[in-house]
């Protein structure tokens, strides 16, 4: 339970859209030093205006990039339940995760969701938190739970055609540490937050370090085999193209996750494949060991270059969506470029 503490009222205004009214405890308190800190924290997000009375309790993460954030922030014994998951639990949050309830390993009703009593809300995708997905926000703000949603999804993007969506401008990785900071102020762990922040900036720094990787092609393929996947130009897979200067074969594409056909594919014919290792089950050729398989077999892919040199670089899902992942994959793929002789 919160015990509450004198505070005073402040505003702040963070970068980009979120303008946070926290009326929390200043220099010394629990928020300050990473505890749980009391107050008030009213904000837009995605052009909904949220109340978070005081720092969850019974928090729900809908999708696996939220909650790898909130154990990240070592949350995990303020969490009621995580849903939708893609892959195993990021490395060094296995024993954290392990303290949650797993609500589904997909797309969880909204009464289980509700059987939680959960206090707190929060979703990567739009999609996740509209119809045809758990619910509708309204649904939860009604019964008085706030909601979060990853602004990866929707500064910057299209969602209301079917797909994926479409990309109006480039994503970068300060929407994400945005999104780390945003979760950290709502559950008053912001010095938490800066020091994850910290730690991802120092790691992609490290990993681009000397690289350029300007006349290298690559492909994201992320899962289906009759009618891929493959990564539009400005998604999380554009963040790790652009940092590390190689080109994206279909960066002419504003589509998030455009589905194009093989013999197009076979016609970019990159230098390298990034191929998205899942181990849910919900589309064909989800892992990666099935994607190389085909590609290997097939007569309109097995004689691209990237394929016949076995120049693969195995992703998870999570790395290839916009979140903290993304600073994984921007690591393994400077790592193949620079093992496959074309980082420059």
Not at 226 to 249: D, F, H, Q, R, T
């Amino acid at each position: 339970m919160h015990v509450s503490r004198p505070a005073r009222c402040s505003v702040l205004l963070l970068t980009g859209s979120l303008l946070l009214t926290a009326c929390g405890s200043d220099s010394g308190s629990s928020a300050r030093s990473g505890g749980s800190g009391a107050g008030a924290v009213t904000f837009d997000n995605c052009g909904q205006k949220v109340t978070v009375a005081a720092p969850p309790e019974q928090a729900v993460s809908l999708n696996q990039g939220t909650t790898e954030i909130l154990l990240s922030l070592g949350l995990a014994d303020r969490m009621a339940g995580t849903a939708t998951w893609t892959d195993p639990v990021m490395e060094g949050l296995e024993k954290a995760n392990a303290e949650v309830p797993r609500l589904a390993d997909n797309q969880p009703s909204f009464e289980k969701v509700l059987a939680t009593e959960p206090d707190f809300v929060a979703s990567s995708f739009t999609s996740t938190l509209d119809r045809g997905g758990v619910a509708p926000r309204e649904k939860f703000e009604e019964l008085g739970v706030p909601t979060y949603l990853s602004p990866a999804d929707c500064e910057g993007k299209d969602n209301s055609g079917d797909g994926d969506g479409s990309r109006t401008k480039p994503l970068d990785m300060e929407t994400v540490y945005r999104e780390v900071r945003e979760l950290a102020r709502v559950f008053g762990v912001e010095e938490r937050g800066e020091r994850l922040v910290d730690r991802l900036k120092s790691r992609v720094a490290k990993a681009t370090s000397g690289i350029r990787a300007g006349s290298t092609t690559v492909l994201y393929w992320f899962a289906n085999q009759e009618s891929p996947y493959m990564a539009g130009c400005c998604g999380a897979p554009g963040i790790i193209s652009n940092v590390l200067g190689a080109k994206n074969v279909f960066d002419d594409s504003t589509q998030e996750w455009p589905q194009i056909n093989w013999e197009t594919v076979a016609d970019r014919d990159p230098d390298v494949l990034v191929i998205g290792d899942l181990t849910r089950k919900s589309q064909t050729a989800e892992s990666a060991a099935k994607k190389i398989a085909f590609l290997e077999s097939n007569p309109v892919t097995k004689n691209m270059k990237a394929v016949k040199e076995k120049r693969y670089v195995l992703l998870s899902g999570q790395a290839m969506n916009p979140t903290i992942r993304t600073v994984e994959g921007v690591e393994k793929v400077a790592a193949a470029l620079r093992a496959y002789g074309l980082a420059g």
